[in-house]
T-cell receptor
Framework: GIQVEQSPPDLILQEGANSTLRCNFS?????LQWFHQNPWGQLINLFY???GTKQNGRLSATTVATERYSLLYISSSQTTDSGVYFC????????????FGAGTQVVVTP | GAVVSQHPSRVICKSGTSVKIECRSL??????MFWYRQFPKQSLMLMAT?????????EQGVEKDKFLINHASLTLSTLTVTSAHPEDSSFYIC???????????FGPGTRLTVT
């Protein structure tokens, strides 16, 4: 099956800093989503981005499908950005089942 | 839009009892729902795929007689953990796929503790 690798595994940021999270995948995908899991466990959809670039406030994401990677940018980080960021992908033969990466644990300090 | 609810949010039960968890899509129809389990500091692991009106399909290593799934309508799927044991303690998360798309939306999760 498809492999999904996220880096870095852990990230500590000072409030106001910018950062980039990466997601590499080993096969073509129909769907790629970025999620933020807050400290209470809720998974929040950030982006549905199988290709191209999207922006939503301080967050933006770019997926280069031909090179099999996606990037999530966090600008001017805030303490509320703390949590785990997951990348998840769907392939044509996955029957709609997401394959999740291991996640990036982000801690933003005041 | 695209809200998924789960109930209960937290449950504590004694070993040997059964627990039912509900997953509802509140503002869209979901022909397919998914059940995940997440252990502390780990990623989400898919347990089963629930299709409305048909039997669930389970991932390898997941006991279908222990984790009973029912998808009775386009907005409701239930997971019943039968004869729960302490090793079943985990965070259970459901997701619902909006019909006609690849997008999935996740519920807030249910934290199960078996004593």
């Amino acid at each position: 099956g498809i492999q999904v690798e996220q880096s870095p595994p852990d990230l500590i940021l000072q409030e106001g800093a910018n950062s980039t999270l990466r997601c590499n995948f080993s096969d073509s995908v129909n769907n790629l989503q970025w999620f933020h899991q807050n400290p209470w466990g809720q998974l929040i959809n950030l982006f549905y981005i199988p290709s191209g670039t999207k922006q939503n406030g301080r967050l933006s994401a770019t997926t280069v499908a031909t090179e099999r990677y996606s990037l999530l940018y966090i600008s001017s980080s805030q303490t509320t950005d703390s949590g785990v960021y997951f990348c998840a992908v769907l392939t044509t033969d996955s029957w709609g089942k997401f394959q999740f990466g291991a996640g990036t644990q982000v801690v933003v300090t005041p | 839009g695209a809200v998924v609810s789960q109930h209960p949010s937290r449950v504590i039960c004694k070993s040997g009892t059964s627990v039912k968890i509900e997953c509802r899509s509140l503002d869209f129809q979901a022909t397919t729902m998914f059940w995940y389990r997440q252990f502390p500091k780990q990623s989400l692991m898919l347990m089963a795929t629930s299709n409305e009106g048909s039997k669930a399909t389970y991932e390898q290593g997941v006991e279908k007689d222990k984790f009973l799934i029912n998808h009775a309508s386009l907005t409701l799927s239930t997971l019943t953990v039968t004869s729960a044991h302490p090793e079943d303690s985990s965070f259970y998360i459901c997701s619902a796929r909006r019909g006609g798309t690849y997008e999935q939306y996740f519920g807030p999760g249910t934290r199960l503790t078996v004593t």
